[in-house]
C-alpha cells in the first residue's frame, strides 16, 4: 500500500511562491500506469484538482492554474514537489497529494494546511 506524507511551510505571503513536497513510500513514483497529483482544498469549499505528474515524468495542470503551477520531481528521494508562484489568499487551504492508478484506489495523504498572509 502506497503512503504519502506532504510537507513544506505553513505560512507563505502574498506574491510568494508555495513549494510543496511529497514523500512516497511502500511503492516507487516511477511504477508504470502510477500518476501522482496535487489536490487542494480552499476553506468552505470543494476538492480542486491542481495537476499531476506521471510515472514517466509528464505534468499535466489544470487549466485554471497552468501559468502558476510546476509539478516535477527527484526519483532519487522518491519525491514529488508542488512549486505555485504569485500567490494570494485565494490559495490558502488544505493541500494533499494522492497516488491515481487503475490497479488501485486513490490514496491520499494526510493534507498540509496552507496560510497566506503577510
Known amino acids: 500500500q502506497v503512503q504519502l506524507q506532504e510537507s513544506g511551510p505553513g505560512l507563505v505571503k502574498p506574491s510568494q511562491t508555495l513549494s510543496l513536497t511529497c514523500t512516497v513510500s511502500?511503492?516507487?513514483?516511477?511504477?508504470?500506469?502510477?500518476?501522482w497529483s496535487w489536490i487542494r482544498q480552499p476553506p468552505g469549499k470543494g476538492l480542486e484538482s491542481i495537476g499531476y505528474?506521471?510515472?514517466?515524468?509528464?505534468?499535466f495542470y489544470s487549466p485554471s492554474l497552468a501559468s502558476r503551477a510546476s509539478i516535477s520531481r527527484d526519483t532519487s528521494k522518491n519525491q514529488v514537489t508542488l512549486q505555485l508562484s504569485s500567490v494570494t489568499p485565494e490559495d490558502a487551504g488544505v493541500y494533499y497529494c494522492?497516488?491515481?492508478?487503475?490497479?488501485?484506489?486513490?490514496?491520499w495523504g494526510q493534507g498540509t494546511q496552507v496560510t497566506v498572509s503577510a
Open positions: 505528474i506521471s510515472y514517466s515524468g509528464m505534468p
Open positions: 494522492a497516488s491515481e492508478t487503475k490497479y488501485a484506489a486513490r490514496a
Open positions: 511502500g511503492g516507487s513514483i516511477t511504477t508504470k500506469d502510477y500518476y
